[in-house]
């Protein structure tokens, strides 16, 4: 039985990964500090191939026996949250990284960063593609995040490079579904909650703003086929359907079946433009592409919310 090492393991992608890797017949430890993440997100799975450890990544990360996999997910991952806690997030960017690098080169485990599209800033190429350097302004808000991100991704590249670490980098894009937090500030967790109220949809700037927005369960499986695969470059993995913020609102105002109108509300500093993954190469070397179309995906989530999140 393989055994995977999950840090932000009771995060929303975290979990997700977390169950996938159990249907798998993975043993999982999951290790949180439970800053973002939430015990309840995890704790349906109970069961005797599960462990959760409550701890922070920043620290030493000791666990006994044989792990095959690491794969660090831990981070605050949205604009609100790592705005509330920059040196939290630089640090586990950073520091959390190297531990986790650790742990995998003394357990000879395979290695995955979660990265992220935010690598690539506010981009002055469109769509995104793996070659592409960035256009990251260092000390914005959103730095701590970005460059804590391409930090992760040089030490990781030094791990694989100098230690021979068998490494991996999945750049992920806007993901969405269930166990997102209503709370978190991101654009779907805080519409659907509106929707559902019937309150003004909260839309920054002008709406025109683009993003292209992936279902979890999809991401999950490039997650894991990256993992299997033997390729150690960054491989972008999102959804290309790309759309305004606008547009984006009035989906969910037509899933919910909601009379909500939409608020324009000021830009936050920073916010990138346009984004789209270029996902050629995920498709060329893991044969992935996402299944889940936003209609289907939006009605998953606004399903949870209805049930889980706002019951
Ligand atoms: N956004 C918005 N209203 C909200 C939250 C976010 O209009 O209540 C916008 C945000 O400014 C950005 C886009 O939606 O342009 C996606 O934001 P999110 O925080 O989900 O992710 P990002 O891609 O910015 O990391």
């Known amino acids: 039985m393989p055994r995977s090492l999950v840090t932000g393991g009771a995060g929303f992608l975290g979990s997700h990964l977390c169950e996938y890797l159990l249907e798998k017949g993975h043993e999982v430890v999951a290790?949180?500090?439970?800053?973002?993440?939430?015990?309840?997100?995890?704790?349906?799975?109970?069961?005797?191939?599960?462990?959760?450890?409550?701890?922070?990544?920043?620290?030493?990360?000791?666990?006994?026996?044989p792990i095959d996999y690491v794969i660090h997910f831990a981070s605050p991952a949205s604009p609100k949250d790592y705005l509330e806690m920059p040196i939290q997030t630089l640090k586990v960017g950073a520091l959390g990284t190297h531990k986790a690098l650790g742990i995998a080169k003394e357990k000879k485990a395979t290695f995955i960063l979660a990265s992220t599209s935010e690598v690539y800033g506010d981009p002055q190429e469109h769509?995104?593609?793996?070659?592409?350097?960035?256009?990251?302004?260092?000390?914005?808000?959103?730095?701590?995040?970005?460059?804590?991100?391409?930090?992760a991704e040089a030490?990781?590249?030094?791990?694989?490079?100098?230690?021979?670490?068998?490494?991996k980098i999945i750049r992920i894009f806007n993901?969405?579904?269930?166990?997102?937090?209503?709370?978190?500030?991101?654009?779907i967790p805080a519409f659907i909650p509106q929707a559902l109220r019937n309150d003004p949809i909260t839309v920054f700037g002008d709406g025109s703003q683009t993003r292209s927005f992936c279902y979890v369960d999809d991401l999950v499986e490039g997650i894991y086929r990256l993992l299997l695969s033997d390729y150690h470059d960054p491989v972008n993995v999102g959804n290309p359907t790309e759309m305004t913020i606008t547009q984006l609102a009035e989906a969910i105002i037509r899933v919910t079946g909601s009379s909500s109108e939409i608020t324009y509300k000021p830009l936050p500093e920073d916010d990138p433009k346009v984004r789209q993954p270029d996902i050629s190469k995920a498709k060329a070397i893991l044969?992935?592409?996402?299944k889940v179309g936003l209609e289907m995906g939006l009605q998953k989530t606004v399903k949870w919310f209805r049930t889980e999140a706002m019951g």
């Open 175 to 187: 993901t969405y579904g269930p166990r997102m937090r209503p709370n978190d500030g991101r654009a």
């Open 31 to 65: 290790i949180d500090n439970l800053s973002t993440g939430t015990v309840a997100n995890i704790e349906h799975m109970q069961c005797e191939q599960l462990r959760f450890i409550k701890h922070d990544v920043t620290e030493y990360i000791y666990c006994a026996g």
């Open 127 to 151: 769509p995104q593609k793996e070659n592409y350097w960035g256009h990251v302004n260092p000390v914005g808000p959103r730095g701590v995040y970005d460059e804590a991100k391409r930090f």
């Open 287 to 290: 044969g992935w592409e996402p």
């Open 155 to 167: 030490i990781t590249m030094a791990y694989h490079r100098f230690h021979g670490l068998n490494t």
